[in-house]
């Protein structure tokens, strides 16, 4: 199944012939649930009138779908037209419209330290959101490991051979070598400035993670194996998400009960400064970058690092 | 400020610490994690609720920046009441469904179902606490995900597909639900619960935004109903619930779909306001949708022809019992959901613990032909699921038959007769339907097969690990003491609605 699945997303669709060739093998320890599923669809799937049956439903009910799916459509794009349409300007009937906004932008530098009022409003006013935000990735992350990747019962994996072996083209290796560190160094740049100027973890950690694969798709994946492999990914992972959890759990603690936040805010525009917004910014980039790398290799090969 | 008030904030991180530890572990130092982050979160929100029973309810401001710039979350008797609940199927279903978590889910993959099941309990803790309907929604988000992530935990290739479609469906209603969020904000410039209250009824006063307003309920409303099963969104139902794994089947139904429903309880009654909300058409229209989800999902549960399915299905009846005692309206309307959905969460996730067992000793098939006097075989299970069979049917002395009588009451309060004679119908009728579907399969199961050889009968299997049987017996217990003393939990929801204003 997983082989399908990536044959699915892979353009050419050599994979996928050699994949229905092969026989799935029984796995013993897995044999349960399995038998279970085969046996019902077999009882559905051998009787000839059943699978008549089945095309007949499936021919009605795509007439019958595509009516439908077009009617709710109109109706739907409809009411939000209307909707809109109705909606007052902003703020325009509630005088109180902008109390929340404007102390954000007033008093964001003073209350944080962070000249970037973005990074001041999603890393210390709102920054119960973030922290759910950044464990959506990771949530991600995992379903995708799940998914994805080849356990201890695919004993018969099947790797799809690229569609031509990227790492031996020359004009793309050294364009790629030439271009790795500068956006590595950007990345870098904007992750360590989130808290100065427009950027972030999120922005940031995307850009480490597209050199990551640009790396690994000029450079092949034996280059990048020999640093990222799954289990460095993981520590790498836990490392960043325990530090921001915990931190964040101790600065909501400490400020909930009225006391002194003992983490100093710095002088505003030097690049230490801000409180915990630059070690949480590095956090955050460093989660996204492993997540895009992650999602990358997986869905190539099925694997991050060697196994 | 009490040192009780930091638990919340404590039962959170402490599960989202937990999860990217299990990251880092084996399988059984995974599950112990898993387990001891379990109790903690049951024993942390007992707490809780014993806390705010004895004094009030109380807020929580996550950092130092007060209610309208800040988060914040807040925590009453009803959302203590409610996750002690959730938290009890949880500690439960995960020994009981081990037994197939063990060979359903690949060997090197445990650490991560854990990590999975720690989010999960971190998304409904969330959830079910919070103040801010921003934050509702990101977690929310976590939510979905991580049960998607569980339930494709399996990987045969069925469950695959029923996971893509589940995540369809359920991104739609999620970006439905964003959409009503971004409309909220739009109007009224705040994200909190209760600035929010204030501005919208601020609004509403003026009768040419009162369409606008109903548009944006609805919009809530509907991405809620798509993620939680309502008619005539529930066909994600059964193959999603029938084919992963039991502890993932019985977590989804009874604890995910009902934590939508919950969040969307708490978004009428805190943001919208339950007086502007009956001057609003919609609840008619959940009331129809309501009824149309309890004799759809009935009817749907007795033409399939497989136990998982039935059951399933029989899922979306139940969601359709909520949501028409939500459209009932009135306080005694939500007291009744809320009631339905604590028994609901009970008896559902214990009859997919069950089921199982049951296809165990009918040679894995799941086909009611096959599972003819499997109760026979597995005496314990057989007896389990006839007493879910007769709550979900609504026999006395189980939570069914109190949550039935209770929006039956309702009904009879909320003083429109056609309602009442509309809800009296659907009730009727589907407790018939429910009769007729789910004690046609008690009696397969306690009936001898047709052509059985009593020399070469199957032995009769006696010995369940205590890891089963605790927790099967446990659900049991919650459901009898909810369905004997239905007026302690009502007298509790009562009282948490109060405060919940």
């Known amino acids: 199944m997983k082989e399908f699945l990536r044959a699915c997303f892979r353009k050419d669709s050599s994979g996928m012939e050699e994949f229905l060739n092969t026989e799935e093998k029984p796995d013993v320890s897995r044999q349960i649930r399995k038998s279970a599923v085969r046996k019902w669809q077999e009882s559905l799937l051998s009787n000839p009138e059943m699978q008549k049956e089945i095309q007949r439903r499936q021919q009605r009910y795509h007439v019958l779908y595509r009516i439908i799916a077009v009617i709710s459509c109109i109706l739907f794009i409809a009411v939000m037209l209307y909707m809109i349409a109705h909606l007052p300007l902003y703020g325009f009937k509630n005088p109180r419209a902008d109390v929340v906004a404007s102390r954000y932008i007033e008093k964001g530098l003073e209350e944080t330290g962070a000249v970037n009022v973005v990074a001041a409003m999603i890393l210390d006013y709102r920054?119960?959101?973030?922290?759910g935000e950044s464990f959506v990735l990771f949530t991600a992350l995992v379903c995708t490991t799940i998914l994805l990747r080849f356990g201890a019962k695919d004993k018969n994996r099947f790797v799809a051979e690229p569609v031509f072996d990227t790492s031996s083209d020359t004009i793309l290796r050294v364009i790629g070598l030439f271009l790795v560190p500068c956006i590595l160094l950007f990345g870098i740049y904007i992750i360590l400035n989130g808290h100065l100027s427009p950027g972030g973890g999120f922005s940031g950690g995307t850009i480490l993670g597209a050199s990551l694969i640009i790396l690994s798709a000029s450079a092949g994946f034996t280059?990048?194996?020999?640093?990222?492999?799954?289990?460095?990914?993981?520590?790498?992972?836990?490392?960043?998400?325990?530090?921001?959890?915990?931190?964040?759990?101790?600065?909501?603690?400490?400020?909930?009960?009225?006391?002194?936040?003992?983490?100093?805010?710095?002088?505003?525009?030097?690049?230490?400064?801000?409180?915990?917004?630059?070690?949480?910014?590095?956090?955050?980039?460093?989660?996204?970058?492993?997540?895009?790398?992650?999602?990358?290799?997986?869905?190539?090969?099925?694997?991050?690092?060697?196994? | 400020m009490d040192f009780i008030c930091n638990l919340p904030l404590f039962m959170i991180i402490a599960s989202l610490f937990s999860s990217v530890l299990c990251l880092l572990l084996k399988k059984k130092a995974a599950y112990t994690v898993c387990g001891i982050l379990m109790v903690f979160l049951t024993t942390a929100d007992a707490i809780v609720l014993y806390y705010t029973y004895a004094h009030s309810t109380f807020t929580y401001p996550m950092g130092e920046f007060p209610a309208p710039w800040g988060n914040e979350i807040r925590a009453g008797v009803l959302e203590c009441l409610i996750l002690l609940v959730f938290m009890i199927v949880l500690i439960c279903s995960i020994p009981a469904g081990y037994r197939y978590l063990r060979w359903e889910v690949d060997e090197t993959k445990h650490n991560l179902y854990c990590a999975l099941l720690n989010l999960s309990a971190a998304a409904v803790c969330a959830l079910v606490f919070t103040n801010d309907i921003f934050t509702g929604y990101v977690f929310l988000e976590i939510l979905t995900l991580a049960s998607c992530g569980l339930m494709v935990a399996t990987e045969t290739g069925r469950i695959v597909l029923a996971g893509v479609r589940y995540m369809i469906m359920n991104l739609l209603g999620s970006s439905l639900f964003l959409l009503g969020v971004v409309l909220l904000y739009g109007m009224t410039g705040h994200l909190l619960m209760v600035p929010l209250h204030e501005s919208l009824a601020e609004i509403s006063t003026d009768p040419s935004m009162m369409l606008t307003v109903t548009l944006v309920v609805g919009v809530l409303t509907i991405g809620l109903a798509i993620k939680s099963g309502l008619f005539p969104f529930y066909f994600w139902m059964p193959d999603t619930y029938g084919w992963s794994t039991p502890t993932t089947a019985a977590f989804m139904s009874s604890v995910v779909s009902k934590a939508y429903i919950f969040l969307l309880i708490k978004v009428y009654w805190r943001v919208i306001g339950i007086d502007l909300l009956e001057r609003m058409p919609l609840h008619l229209i959940v009331l129809a949708l309501g009824i149309a989800g309890v004799i759809f999902g009935s009817v749907s549960a007795i033409r399939s022809n497989d136990v998982n399915r039935m059951v399933a299905y029989?899922?979306?009846?139940?969601?359709?019992?909520?949501?028409?005692?939500?459209?009932?309206?009135?306080?005694?309307?939500?007291?009744?959901?809320?009631?339905?959905?604590?028994?609901?969460?009970?008896?559902?996730?214990?009859?997919?613990?069950?089921?199982?067992?049951?296809?165990?000793?009918?040679?894995?098939?799941?086909?009611?032909?096959?599972?003819?006097?499997?109760?026979?075989?597995?005496?314990?299970?057989?007896?389990?699921?006839?007493?879910?069979?007769?709550?979900?049917?609504?026999?006395?002395?189980?939570?069914?038959?109190?949550?039935?009588?209770?929006?039956?009451?309702?009904?009879?309060?909320?003083?429109?007769?056609?309602?009442?004679?509309?809800?009296?119908?659907?009730?009727?009728?589907?407790?018939?339907?429910?009769?007729?579907?789910?004690?046609?399969?008690?009696?397969?199961?306690?009936?001898?097969?047709?052509?059985?050889?009593?020399?070469?009968?199957?032995?009769?299997?006696?010995?369940?690990?205590?890891?089963?049987?605790?927790?099967?017996?446990?659900?049991?217990?919650?459901?009898?003491?909810?369905?004997?003393?239905?007026?302690?939990?009502?007298?509790l929801i009562d009282s948490g609605f109060g405060m919940l204003l």
Not at chain 1, 287 to 293: D, F, G, K
Not at chain 2, 315 to 330: E, H, P
Not at chain 2, 344 to 359: A, D, I, N, Q, W
């Open chain 1, 127 to 131: 920054a119960f959101d973030t922290l």
């Open chain 1, 223 to 307: 280059t990048t194996d020999r640093i990222f492999t799954y289990k460095r990914l993981n520590i790498m992972t836990f490392a960043a998400l325990g530090f921001y959890s915990l931190s964040k759990g101790f600065v909501f603690f400490v400020g909930a009960n009225g006391m002194h936040n003992p983490i100093p805010k710095g002088i505003p525009g030097a690049i230490l400064s801000a409180g915990l917004i630059l070690p949480l910014n590095i956090a955050v980039g460093l989660v996204v970058a492993c997540t895009m790398y992650g999602f990358y290799s997986l869905f190539e090969r099925g694997m991050i690092g060697h196994a």
């Open chain 2, 314 to 491: 029989s899922s979306a009846a139940q969601i359709g019992y909520i949501f028409m005692s939500l459209g009932i309206g009135g306080r005694a309307g939500y007291i009744a959901a809320i009631f339905h959905l604590l028994g609901h969460s009970v008896t559902k996730s214990l009859l997919f613990l069950v089921t199982p067992r049951l296809e165990e000793v009918a040679d894995n098939s799941m086909i009611f032909k096959d599972l003819q006097g499997s109760a026979l075989r597995d005496r314990t299970s057989g007896l389990l699921f006839t007493i879910c069979s007769l709550s979900m049917t609504g026999i006395p002395l189980f939570a069914g038959f109190a949550s039935k009588f209770l929006i039956l009451l309702a009904a009879w309060d909320s003083s429109s007769y056609g309602v009442f004679t509309a809800v009296l119908i659907a009730l009727a009728v589907s407790t018939a339907l429910n009769a007729l579907y789910f004690l046609r399969t008690v009696i397969r199961i306690y009936s001898h097969p047709e052509n059985e050889d009593p020399e070469n009968a199957e032995p009769v299997r006696r010995h369940h690990s205590l890891g089963y049987l605790i927790p099967a017996w446990t659900l049991v217990a919650v459901n009898v003491f909810l369905g004997l003393f239905p007026a302690i939990t009502a007298g």
